[in-house]
């Protein structure tokens, strides 16, 4: 098999990757090992604008957050699955000093964070003593089924792999991958924490 990318992992990476691969009428093959405890497999998915005690605003934020809501609603669109909705988060404030530390965000105008003095009620359900605010807007991108859809895709489309990635059957040279069968131009690893362990990537300063 000749293809122009490997791809090793297929979270939320791989699969962003292969997508647009595919659009860019690349051939690739993934390499997948199923690992049911993989972030991309555990994760809510949230995507909030703020971030921190002090809900600072997550970087480049303004640029991603209406580009999250495009591509996820149009992957889900192809895939004929719900890819991004919308849940804002509520903020219940444990003591008046977190709600002090809102309030002056909202004061010094953060857009994505809002008093709610006389907004909804949740009194029936909860105690806040100290008010709340509101985070909005907050998207959920929807991994327990953009994830295994996808796989499906490229499992009908033979362009899944279902295995451990076997470094040892790996051969790099100036002109080509090869790996076991495959030949390809370029490999990515997509494989998340895998690659703490990767020996290309040794000298790079993962935390551990
Ligand atoms: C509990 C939890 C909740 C989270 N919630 C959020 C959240 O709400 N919002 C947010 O933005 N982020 C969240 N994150 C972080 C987010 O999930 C990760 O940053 C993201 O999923 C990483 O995706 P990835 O594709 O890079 O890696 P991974 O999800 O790690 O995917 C790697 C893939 O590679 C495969 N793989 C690995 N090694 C090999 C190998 N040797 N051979 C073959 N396959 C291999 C694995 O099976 C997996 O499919 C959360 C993380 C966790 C753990």
């Known amino acids: 098999m000749n293809v122009n990318y490997i791809i090793v992992g297929q979270g939320i ?6 997508y647009y691969l595919e659009k ?22 949230i995507i909030n604008p703020v971030t921190g ?21 149009q992957l889900g669109k192809e895939l004929g699955i719900t890819g991004i909705s919308q849940k804002n988060v509520v903020d219940f404030f444990p003591s008046p000093q977190m709600r002090l530390s809102f309030q002056q965000r909202v004061e010094e105008s953060g857009p994505y964070v809002s008093m709610n003095e006389a907004g909804y009620t949740f009194s029936s359900f909860f105690n806040y003593e100290f008010g709340y605010g509101e985070i909005t807007p907050v998207y959920t991108a929807h991994l327990e089924t953009i994830i295994p859809t996808w796989r499906t895709y490229l499992k009908t ?5 279902e ?4 470094l040892l059957s790996l051969n790099i ?14 490999i990515i690893f ?19």
């Open 157 to 161: 489309k033979n362009l899944l792999l």
């Open 53 to 73: 005690r002090r809900h600072v605003e997550t970087w480049m934020i303004d640029e991603l957050l209406p580009n999250a809501w495009n591509v996820y609603t």
């Open 163 to 166: 295995e451990d990635f076997d």
């Open 173 to 186: 040279s100036d002109e080509k991958i090869e790996y076991k069968n495959i030949t390809a131009q370029k």
């Open 13 to 18: 990476s791989g699969t962003w990757l292969s």
């Open 24 to 45: 860019e009428n690349k051939s690739f093959l993934v390499i997948d090992n199923h690992d049911p405890k993989a972030p991309s497999r555990l994760a809510a998915g």
């Open 190 to 208: 997509c494989d998340g924490i895998g690659c703490g362990n990767n020996p290309y990537f040794k000298n790079l300063p993962f935390c551990r």
